[in-house]
């Protein structure tokens, strides 16, 4: 099964010549500290991305290919800096951009918020809602309340059907140890509350975190992220590749740099991945399984699409977080 699925993503892979996802690390700040993620280990400094270097950034992406999905953040939380990442979206509208999904852990969604982001200009807001019990939810979801969260979601889709914004909702699972047993109530729960609910594996960060996934490393595929998607931290630092956390292999910097070349920079670890020279990749791929999470399960709210059995959908990144 993991090598059939493993295998249809990586025939989607192949030498692209820009990103087709970037990553905007807006803010490294982050209100919660969740078990399962890097940031509450992270060493290098935390701060928020100048608006002008999202404005590079955007500018770029527009005039070479605006369909690139643009993620809203990597390693910390966007709505810690509400207005800045309204205005990098209303930016990013007025230039062209086609895509662009912000990735929250959905406590600071206030209501005041709410009319702002569903017309925003962007496309997709992809809530972090590990649980369906509270006892799961804040084990993973450290900091935060399962509640708070639950009625921050829920009133944005009911204020989205209300008022007929075009703005995609999804609840995104990583399935653990703990709340694996929760999936079906999760998913019955927000369909019902018309969100696309989605489930994912878990990131072992370059290989921080034992993922137990389970998958042999004789069914390796390219890793999807690296061959696909680039990374910006807020301080304009590019790292060769989300599992580059600290950005100790990084590409340069897009504050002086172009994006194009930037890419092109990473390009020979790509050249890696594509032709299968697994042994020759960095001592962190050897270690790390996030190659093995690039699918994840999609089910979207009417009923004649849900499907009775997972259906992993091929190269479904989104975000890391
Ligand atoms: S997963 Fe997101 S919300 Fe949780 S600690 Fe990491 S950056 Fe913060
Ligand atoms: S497998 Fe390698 S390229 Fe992919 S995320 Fe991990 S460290 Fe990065």
């Given at each position: 099964m993991a090598s059939t699925e493993l295998e249809s993503i990586a025939a989607t892979l192949g030498k692209f010549a820009f990103p087709r996802k970037f990553a905007v690390e807006l803010c490294a700040e982050c209100n919660l500290a969740c078990s399962m993620c890097h940031?509450?280990?992270?060493?290098?400094?935390?701060?928020?991305?100048?608006f002008a270097l999202w404005q590079k950034c955007a500018d770029e992406i527009a005039a070479i290919s605006p369909r690139t999905e643009c993620w809203f953040s990597f390693c910390g939380e966007p709505l810690l800096e509400p207005e800045l990442l309204l205005?990098?979206?209303?930016?990013?509208?007025?230039?062209?951009?086609?895509?662009?999904?912000?990735?929250?852990?959905?406590?600071?969604l206030a209501p005041g918020l709410d009319e702002a982001i569903l017309h925003s200009g962007a496309h997709l807001i992809v809530f972090g809602v590990d649980g369906f019990s509270k006892a799961s939810f804040e084990k993973y979801r450290v900091k935060a309340d399962r509640d708070v969260?639950?009625?921050n979601v829920e009133r944005l889709l009911a204020r989205r059907d209300e008022t007929g914004s075009k703005l995609a909702i999804q609840v995104q699972f990583i399935t653990m140890d703990d709340n694996a047993h929760e999936v079906g109530e999760y998913k019955a729960y927000w369909l019902a509350r018309n969100a696309v609910v989605k489930v994912r594996r878990q990131l072992s960060w370059g290989g921080q975190f034992e993922t137990g996934l389970g998958i042999s490393n004789d069914e390796r595929i390219p890793c999807p992220w690296a061959v696909t998607m680039m990374h910006v931290f807020w301080d304009g630092r590019v790292p060769r590749c989300p599992g580059d956390t600290e950005c100790e292999e990084g590409a340069g910097n897009a504050w002086h740099d172009s994006l194009s070349n930037l890419w092109a920079q990473l390009g020979r670890y790509r050249d890696l991945h594509l032709e299968r020279k697994f042994a020759e990749l960095p001592a962190r791929c050897l270690k790390c399984t996030d190659w093995m999470t690039g699918a994840a399960e999609r089910v979207r709210p009417q009923a004649e699409a849900v499907p009775v059995e997972p259906t992993w959908q091929r190269l479904n990144l989104g975000a890391a977080r």
């Amino acid at each position: 099964m993991a090598s059939t699925e493993l295998e249809s993503i990586a025939a989607t892979l192949g030498k692209f010549a820009f990103p087709r996802k970037f990553a905007v690390e807006l803010c490294a700040e982050c209100n919660l500290a969740c078990s399962m993620c890097h940031h509450p280990s992270m060493k290098r400094p935390k701060g928020t991305m100048p608006f002008a270097l999202w404005q590079k950034c955007a500018d770029e992406i527009a005039a070479i290919s605006p369909r690139t999905e643009c993620w809203f953040s990597f390693c910390g939380e966007p709505l810690l800096e509400p207005e800045l990442l309204l205005k990098c979206l209303d930016y990013g509208r007025s230039v062209g951009l086609k895509s662009m999904n912000i990735n929250t852990n959905g406590m600071l969604l206030a209501p005041g918020l709410d009319e702002a982001i569903l017309h925003s200009g962007a496309h997709l807001i992809v809530f972090g809602v590990d649980g369906f019990s509270k006892a799961s939810f804040e084990k993973y979801r450290v900091k935060a309340d399962r509640d708070v969260v639950y009625g921050n979601v829920e009133r944005l889709l009911a204020r989205r059907d209300e008022t007929g914004s075009k703005l995609a909702i999804q609840v995104q699972f990583i399935t653990m140890d703990d709340n694996a047993h929760e999936v079906g109530e999760y998913k019955a729960y927000w369909l019902a509350r018309n969100a696309v609910v989605k489930v994912r594996r878990q990131l072992s960060w370059g290989g921080q975190f034992e993922t137990g996934l389970g998958i042999s490393n004789d069914e390796r595929i390219p890793c999807p992220w690296a061959v696909t998607m680039m990374h910006v931290f807020w301080d304009g630092r590019v790292p060769r590749c989300p599992g580059d956390t600290e950005c100790e292999e990084g590409a340069g910097n897009a504050w002086h740099d172009s994006l194009s070349n930037l890419w092109a920079q990473l390009g020979r670890y790509r050249d890696l991945h594509l032709e299968r020279k697994f042994a020759e990749l960095p001592a962190r791929c050897l270690k790390c399984t996030d190659w093995m999470t690039g699918a994840a399960e999609r089910v979207r709210p009417q009923a004649e699409a849900v499907p009775v059995e997972p259906t992993w959908q091929r190269l479904n990144l989104g975000a890391a977080r």
